[in-house]
């Protein structure tokens, strides 16, 4: 019988192992994503398309290489689906807890609810409905990874400070007021700090929209609006790259001193 803790505690000197892999390794800013499902052709369908929003995912296709893997390369979030072979979602989930205290995404379907309540009781962080779709996922895995999920929900970017919960952001300690889709602009450029969006990924994660849908401007114009706001008078905190997007970058040292 397969003991799911003696393999997630002998996973910490497994370095390799036989999942796909990574959609882009490396960056210490990058969410890094486990994803454990026996569709290994619609986990590296998965893997492209959240490499591409700037997400590090392995997958692997049971429960036990997903405890080796786990302890070997300690991800940020795990997903499981709710099929997941040789070692339940639940006992996953019950062993993972155990040993640290990762966040766990439970994939589930037509029939799951049963098991969806267990793998909660056991720990789960949430649910999300398989197929996997990419507008409901990613802002999951990037919330948890930053730790909103479990109430780090205030980020920092030298002196904006963005409440998530209150929906305010304050400048140098005073308050300012953004309209809805500017507060979630700048949420979304600072979840990525350092890191250049493409407005086609703006598009489709503040407006939830693809190209065709909102006006070529329609970002500029936000942009501008949100700099007016914050003060960014030279565009050195939100950075316009030329023919691809915008990257909201950290202060340099000594900045505002």
């Known amino acids: 019988m397969i003991q799911p803790q003696a393999i997630l505690d002998g ?45 590090d995912v392995t997958g692997v296709p049971d429960g036990a290489q997903a405890l080796l893997q ?34 766990v995404l439970l994939g589930v379907g037509e029939g799951h609810a049963e098991l969806a309540v267990q793998a909660l009781a056991a720990g789960a962080t949430a649910c999300i409905a398989m197929p996997y779709r990419l507008h409901e996922l990613l802002p999951l895995v990037q919330a948890t990874a930053s730790g909103e999920a479990s109430g780090n929900r205030i980020l920092v970017v030298g002196n904006v400070e963005l409440d998530i919960n209150a929906y305010q952001v304050r400048v140098a300690g005073e308050l300012v007021h953004l309209p809805l889709r500017e507060f979630e602009l700048l949420h979304y450029l600072m979840r990525n700090l350092d890191r250049t969006v493409t ?39 939100i950075q316009t790259v030329r023919g691809v997007g915008y990257r909201l970058a950290s202060p340099s040292p000594g900045a505002g001193r």
């Open 11 to 55: 996973g910490e000197e497994a370095r390799s192992g036989e999942g796909l892999t990574r959609a882009r390794p490396g960056a210490p800013t990058v969410p890094m994503l486990l994803v454990a499902d026996p569709d290994t052709a619609g986990v590296q369908e998965l893997a492209d398309a959240l490499g591409r929003e700037g997400v």
């Open 70 to 103: 786990a302890g070997a390369l300690r991800p940020d979030v795990v997903l499981v689906s709710a099929s997941l072979p040789l070692i339940s979602a639940v006992d996953f989930v019950k062993a993972i807890r155990a040993s640290r205290p990762v966040p």
């Open 199 to 237: 407005r086609e990924q703006i598009m489709r994660q503040v407006w939830h929209a693809s190209g065709d849908n909102v006006a070529t401007n329609t970002i500029a114009v936000h942009v501008k609006r949100l700099r007016a706001r914050l003060g960014d008078i030279d565009d050195t905190v």
